[in-house]
């Protein structure tokens, strides 16, 4: 069975750093590009960063460019979302997900990703 299991969430302080995990199982995580999704409530849900199968390469939301990073280790068949220097906003979900693609889509939105996790709440707040 195909999952997706996302932790790290948290309550972080601004200027703060999270580090999200998305733990995989059921499939081969190598051919698939893996990506992050952030939703708040009553919003859409909008690509925050992909990372493509190999990890060769990887793009970014215009608002986390130089402050997140995406990485993966197909051995442990997991991927993560480095969050640093994290701006004041209200609650969000993170939501890690998986597409049978090689490379990412220059704009990251949901339609190529299949497979998704149940997400982790992550609050920027003092």
């Known amino acids: 069975q195909l999952q997706l299991v996302e932790s790290g969430g948290g309550l972080v302080q601004p200027g703060g750093s999270l580090r999200l995990s998305c733990a995989t199982s059921g499939f081969t995580l190598d051919d698939y590009a893996v990506a992050w999704f952030r939703q708040a409530p009553g919003k859409e849900r909008e690509g925050v960063s992909c990372i493509s199968s190999s990890g060769s390469s990887a793009n970014y939301a215009d608002s986390v460019k130089g402050r997140f990073t995406i990485s993966r280790d197909n051995a442990e068949s997991t991927f993560y979302l480095q969050m640093n220097s994290l701006k004041p906003e209200g609650p969000g979900v993170y939501y890690c997900?998986?597409?049978?693609?090689?490379?990412?889509?220059?704009?990251?939105?949901?339609?190529?990703?299949?497979?998704w996790g149940r997400g982790t709440q992550v609050t920027v707040s003092s």
């Open positions: 997900s998986a597409g049978e693609l090689g490379g990412c889509p220059r704009s990251i939105g949901i339609q190529p990703f299949d497979y």
